[in-house]
């Protein structure tokens, strides 16, 4: 089901059932994966793969060089998983020597129009990024999260399982799972307890949660302090384990 006027590299890998529309451009080193819907006026460019039953809409360009001055022309990767859809305008390059050669997109994400995946990120599955959400090199991006519209995400910070992150925020720090974090200057406002309640987590699970972002935010304790009393109280709780994980193992900080 490709349309005659899409142009497809001989070096290009298809799988079956692939619809490829017209206009659009398969490079070199490509491979697409069973049933794999590309849109019409598509550029993708290798090396790249593309996992199956992935849907590309219209002027989306993937696998281009990343946008880094550093870059030299080395050979690096693109990945995307398996079932995600990816909109008009959607951006995603490939990664550089120096941030480990290998940009990396997991299964079932939603990639709304004009979002962008800078190279080096490491995005998990099943989030949301919202119309001209952005990524800055070497971002990690954890699973089930929404990134609402006009998101801007500095380069190495890290978005937590299950985070929540509000229309026009400007992340420069780790922003923590579970929680709601909003602003142009972001901050932490809790636990998202709507959307836990939403995937389903156990109303024990998100108790446990609540607490651990009162002791967090809310009390007269630093950072250290609240994590001892969280470990004292809730240890053993794969969530609770998780979030005190991820914030002793920041870089950069945590957003509070």
């Known amino acids: 089901m490709i349309h ?30 069973d049933d794999v819907e590309i849109a019409g006026h598509v550029v993708v460019e290798g090396p790249c ?49 120096g941030g480990g050669a290998l940009t990396s997109v997991g299964d079932d994400n939603l990639f709304l129009a004009q979002s962008h995946v800078a190279h080096d990120c490491i995005v998990g599955s099943g989030n949301v990024f919202a119309n001209n959400s952005a990524l800055a090199g070497h971002v990690t991006v954890g699973d089930q999260t929404t990134l609402t519209a006009y998101v801007g995400v500095h380069q190495f910070c890290r978005i937590g399982d299950h985070a929540f992150i509000g229309g026009f925020s400007k992340v420069v720090k780790d922003a923590l799972p579970y929680a709601l974090t909003d602003g142009v200057e972001a901050k932490c406002y809790g636990a998202n307890t709507v959307g836990l309640r939403r ?44 979030l005190i994980n991820f914030i002793e193992t920041s870089e950069r900080g945590v957003t509070k």
Do not use: C, W
Not at 11 to 32: E, F
Not at 67 to 73: M, N, R, S
Not at 231 to 241: F, H, L, W
């Open 199 to 242: 995937k389903g987590i156990s109303n024990e699970v998100i108790r446990h949660i609540q607490r651990a972002f009162r002791l967090l935010l809310a009390s007269n304790l630093n950072t250290a302090q609240a994590l001892e009393r969280i470990k004292a109280e809730m240890r053993g709780v794969p969530e609770i384990d998780y």
């Open 49 to 97: 793969e593309i996992g199956e039953g992935t849907r590309i809409y219209p002027f989306a360009s993937i696998g281009q060089p990343p946008q880094d001055l550093k870059f030299k022309g080395e050979e690096t990767r693109l990945v995307i998983g398996q079932r995600n859809v990816i909109r008009e305008y959607v951006t995603m390059n490939r990664g550089t020597a």
């Open 4 to 33: 005659p006027t899409a142009i497809i590299s001989s070096r290009a890998r298809l799988g079956g059932n692939v619809t490829v529309g017209p206009y659009s451009i398969i490079g070199d080193h490509v491979t697409v994966h």
